[in-house]
């Protein structure tokens, strides 16, 4: 097991493969009023591009997973960013309409995957179990960090030198990842559960529940900084709100982990918790006035899509020997969600408005937290049975 800064620069690799491996998707969300404004698509447009993108990850999922119990994370995290790079630089060179963007995006789904998967397994057999909640937590920061880069790339790079050279940049750090991938893979737990241990079906429920969150959670990545315009901020300033709503979700992120390590059980309890109280961010987001936008965004950020390392946590807790194949049943449903969720946010944006869009978030956000409890009940039914 690592102790001490090993254990450190173990997580410090997971964020980094993870944050290039989904930065292509978030990047191409935060630039979405300058791709919109020069290939010839619309909101609507951006959504079904996103959703197509989640889809192919949910396929990928589940195979993926089994490949990366059998291969190791030391190769997976290494194939993942640079598969990655090479999306990004594709995008900067080759994104000429509409359709070539979509295209060269589906081609890098299975980048995300992979480097979520390796990462999870890297953590499950490389960190002391007493560090593992704090762990996940700063793994899972790499989603928000990633929509920070994004968001930072919006003023920094997209509205003084082009989008095209913000995708360059993100290839750049693609492969500066490599330098942070594991060095060995970590051996395996010298025993297995007893058959009947994965609580199969309680993860499908959890995996429902997950996805309609993570449905809410994409569109507020993608389509923050389109709504912020929407509604007159400059597109500048936008970017930065996303920014800001990001170092939030990190922080957040990793404050979940940290707490995790401190208690014993009741973790899916304090996910559908911060489900429910992030629903109200997403409501916030349909009030006009720039208050609302603030506030909304950090409650959305903070609370709405602050959930995922704990419960990647808590599944890994339940597996110890199978992590990534047992994270990637749960990562279907989030994969799903990402798939559906800007579709049906993106087709309402653009037929009705953004705070209507915003108002379903918050509602289905509602019901993902129930979703959670139900799944809980589903484990400790299962757990008693397996006494």
Wanted: charged content about 10%.
């Amino acid at each position: 097991m690592a102790v001490g800064p090993t254990a450190f620069r173990v997580a410090g690799g997971a964020v980094a493969v993870t944050t290039v491996s989904v930065l292509p998707v978030f990047l191409t969300g935060a630039l979405s009023v300058q791709l919109t404004s020069e290939l010839g698509f619309d909101s609507s447009g951006l959504g079904l591009a996103v959703a197509l993108y989640f889809g192919v990850s949910a396929l990928f999922s589940l195979p993926v997973g089994m490949l990366v119990e059998r291969v190791g994370s030391r190769v997976t995290s290494r194939i993942a960013v640079v598969g990655a790079a090479v999306l990004m630089a594709a995008l900067a060179l080759g994104a000429r309409n509409y359709a070539s963007l979509v295209v060269l995006l589906l081609c890098g789904a299975w980048c995300n995957v992979m480097g979520q998967l390796s990462s999870n397994l890297t953590l499950a057999r490389s960190v002391p179990e007493h560090r593992l909640g704090l762990s996940f937590g700063v793994k899972q920061a790499a989603i928000p960090t990633a929509t920070l880069l994004a968001g930072a790339a919006v003023p920094g790079v997209a509205l003084t030198i082009g989008w095209r050279w913000a995708y360059a940049i993100g290839a750049v750090l693609a492969l500066a990842a490599w330098t942070l991938t594991p060095k060995a893979n970590a051996e395996p737990p010298p025993s297995k559960p007893a058959k009947g241990q994965r609580a199969t079906a309680a993860l499908g429920v959890i995996g429902a529940a997950s996805g309609l969150a993570a449905g809410t959670a994409t569109a507020l990545g993608i389509f923050l900084v389109a709504s912020a315009v929407d509604r007159g901020v400059d597109p500048g300033l936008a970017g930065l709100v996303l920014t800001m709503g990001s170092v939030v979700g990190l922080s957040m992120r990793m404050l979940h982990g940290w707490l995790a390590d401190r208690r014993e059980g009741q973790h899916i309890a304090f996910v559908a918790g911060s489900l429910a109280l992030g629903a109200a961010g997403f409501g916030l987001l349909a009030v006009p006035g720039a208050p609302a936008l603030v506030v909304g965004t950090i409650l959305a950020f903070g609370l709405g899509w602050a959930w995922p390392g704990l419960l990647q946590f808590a599944v890994v807790r339940l597996n110890p020997s199978a992590p990534a194949a047992a994270t990637s049943i749960v990562q279907v449903g989030v994969y799903a969600g990402g798939f559906g969720g800007p579709i049906v946010f993106g087709t309402l944006a653009a037929h009705v408005s953004f705070p209507v869009a915003w108002t379903v978030s918050a509602v289905v956000m509602l019901v993902s937290a129930a979703g959670m409890l139900v799944g809980r009940r589903m484990l400790l039914a299962h757990a008693a049975r397996h006494r």
